[in-house]
C-alpha cells in the first residue's frame, strides 16, 4: 500500500505564493501517477494536476495551467504543488493520490490540505 500526507496548507492572500507539499511511503516503488485533487466546500472533488512517476511528465486542468505547478522527486518521494496568484475561487481541500500497483484509478488518497485564499 502507499501512504499519502500533505503539508503546506493554511490561510494565503490572493495574488501571493503558496506551496503545497506531499510525502509518499510504503509501496512507492509500485507507484504510476501522483497527482492534486481538490474539493471546494459543496463541490464535488476535481482533478488539479497529474504528474507521471516514471517519466515526470506533467498534465493540467486547462483552468488552472500556467497558475499551478505540480512537481515531484522521485528520490525523496515527493510530490509538490507551486500555487502562483492564488485567487478565492481556489479555496479547497487539497488531496494528493496516487495510482498504484496497476490500478486504473486513483487508489491512495491522503487526508487532505485545507487552504484558504483571502482577498
Known amino acids: 500500500q502507499v501512504q499519502l500526507v500533505e503539508t503546506g496548507g493554511g490561510l494565503v492572500q490572493a495574488g501571493d505564493s503558496l506551496r503545497l507539499s506531499c510525502a509518499a511511503s510504503g509501496h512507492t516503488f509500485d507507484v504510476q501517477d501522483m497527482a492534486w485533487f481538490r474539493q471546494p466546500q459543496g463541490k464535488e472533488r476535481e482533478l488539479v494536476a497529474s504528474?507521471?512517476?516514471?517519466?515526470?511528465?506533467?498534465s493540467y486542468v486547462d483552468s488552472l495551467k500556467g497558475r499551478f505547478t505540480i512537481s515531484g522527486d522521485t528520490v525523496k518521494n515527493m510530490v509538490y504543488l507551486q500555487m502562483n496568484s492564488p485567487k478565492e475561487e481556489d479555496t479547497a481541500v487539497y488531496f494528493c493520490a496516487a495510482r498504484y500497483g496497476g490500478s486504473l484509478q486513483f487508489n491512495a488518497w491522503g487526508l487532505g490540505a485545507h487552504v484558504v485564499v483571502s482577498s
Open positions: 504528474i507521471n512517476w516514471s517519466t515526470l511528465a506533467t
